[in-house]
């Protein structure tokens, strides 16, 4: 038996994608760029999955950017807006609880003399759009806020700092990492007032190495690569284009029936954590006080006191339910997580802390088989808890 | 002309009648190290010494490489061989040598001969005193010096004539299946692998044993001391790895006994099962990456409580090494960068704050009388459920 709920670190690749992929690295495995009929077939590839990935989106395909994943499509935000717009300020807010591939970027920035606002957030995650509106400044070029957390599943109000953000019109530009929230909510940029997001691939069952970024009409960044030119410049470098075709396929078969795929998530998010809830010792991170609709649909971060969160992992992993730890073992990798530290995780149990995490293919027996494998495996790893 | 490397062994020069086994022994290493780079080699034997004739063309650099981790070879020297060794054409080739070799010609040299072929009309003495002086007038930049001239140019007179220069360090030791096979303990830490190594260098054939205990220890560790099986078998030859899953028997252990024995009870338990799978396997003796006073594990009084159970020869190459000179070993051999990757000690739940570091015997054998009742069954299960992973090297 096997229950993968390792799906925020990636998921499996759609069977439907991967023939696709096959076929345009088997047949039509030209370059893009070039002009003969091979490079045109290819270049149809490219342009179908934009219109794809641009009607999830509602925006036109000329405002996506294929990446090569999240990583890139954050630095790509982040440095190109910075290096484009040098003279609209050299301040940048964001939260405590970003992606390292947003922070690590930022803090590259601080080296060449950006300051950078990382705002606190509540105890279930969110940063308060007020705090958010007090942080700007005359000289704030960018606020980046992530859609969804991926240690603990937090939706962030990204709605409504757009919409302050619009309101005090001063031309900040917004940048959303939507990597974990693409493909489990439909996101309209122009409607949010968002003027960059980044989508990764491979947590919507498209492949590794593919994701895009999208950038609002009229927003000017710098390329970060640079060569032959592609994609306007913006992004040089020979398309993938089996990833970009399997990307733009994924899209489309996950946007379907989008709600009710949504509900059922909820539904298996809710008998999870009812069931963990009634074990002694064991919390729910960034649930209480609201409506599980408010929180992300496929993230649930779970504390279990007194046990190490690795020695739990690979217990549950024996039993073939695949979880992530919430942080690294903490005698090597001395800086715990950043988020369950920022939502105010006791110290305790930053290093007992589990992610299990949901795609649309999980169903109600792998919900269950978790549920009895964290019921057996508990009491047994008690037993032998240092004290 | 041709290429040609010329082996010397030290030790191996006074094993008497048993000499040839040790010289075959050293070939087929040679032969076995040769095989995995690029190009056809041809090792003889011959007068204490091993030539290796190089076929086609090959990386100079793999070569030595791949010879330097050899046991048992002293050094080795890339030789160009002379065929026409008739004076004229020996002074030419020797000269030609000695331009393609070095691109800056001011150095002091002296020539060293040594002549088999005692029907050659040079002697020895005048071979170095007249190639001295052929090479003085062609090379106007070179100058003689006998006593610590910069480069010693070798000429060889023997059915052919050979010539060279520079000399690599071998990995000394003694070829591999000259003394035997033991079982080492091998964990994911720095120390074990350096001992397989050591004790491989002194002519040893190496198994090893590793024990698992999931879910306290990962997959990825497991993987790791594969990965070090692996690095290390380029030295020591093929690895028979038998993983031992023993988290039930230290559960056991920490159910049953006091915390701070656990160390020094789960270490006599794994050398009862070492030494089990020593002894069917033909091993003479068991390895430890030990050293004294390193950890609680290792005083010496700690030591004396596990070579307790012991009863095949515990050897501890590392027993006196600090721990600096392990590490240079082990970045020397390669297996440091992979020893250091964090898996290991994830769960440090059994080991207690404060372990005994100087167990008394007595003690810890009435401790273990509270594991009677299944320990038996447990070590036979651990025995019987061992995985083996076989590491080609």
Redesign the interface.
Known sequence: MEAYFDNAATTSVFPEVGEIMRKVMEQDYGNPSSRHTKGMEAEQYLKKAAEILAGTLKCQPKEIIFTSGGTESNNLALLGAAAANPRAGKHIVTTRIEHPSVHEPLAYLEQQGYDVTYLPVDKNGRVKVRDVEDALRDDTVLVSVMYVNNEVGSVEPICEIGRMLRRKNEGVLFHVDAIQAYGKYKIQPKKLGVSLLSVSGHKIHAPKGTGFLYVADGVKIKPILFGGGQQGGVRSGTENVPGIAGLGEAARKIYQDLEQKREKLYSLKNQFIQAMQTLPGVTVNAVEGIALEETAPHIISVSFEGIKSEVMLHALAQEGVYVSSGSACSTHHPELSGTLKAIGVADSLLDSTLRFSMSFLTGQEQVQEAVAAVEKVLPVLRRFTKH | MYQAFLLKYAEIGIKGKNRYKFENALCEQVRRHLERIDGSFRVVREQGRIFVEAEEDFDLEDAVEAMGRVFGVSSISPVTVIEDKEWDSLTKAVGDFVEEQYRDRTFSFKVKCRRSDKGYPYTSPEVCVEMGSYLLGRFPGLSVDVHSPDVFIWVEVREKAYVYSKVYRGAGGMPLGTNGKAMLLLSGGIDSPVAGYMIAKRGVFVDAVYFHA??????RAKQKVVDLANQISRYTGPIRLHVVNFTEIQ?YI??QCPHEELTIIMRRYMMRIAQHIAEESGCLGLVTGESIGQVASQTMQSLAATNDVCELPVYRPLIAFDKQEIVDVAEKIGTYETSIQ?YE??????VAKHPVTKPVLSVIRRSEEKLAEKIGDMVTEALETREIIEIDG
């Open positions: 999931p879910p306290y220890t990962s997959e559960m920490y159910e964090p000690d994830c769960c440090t739940i059994f």
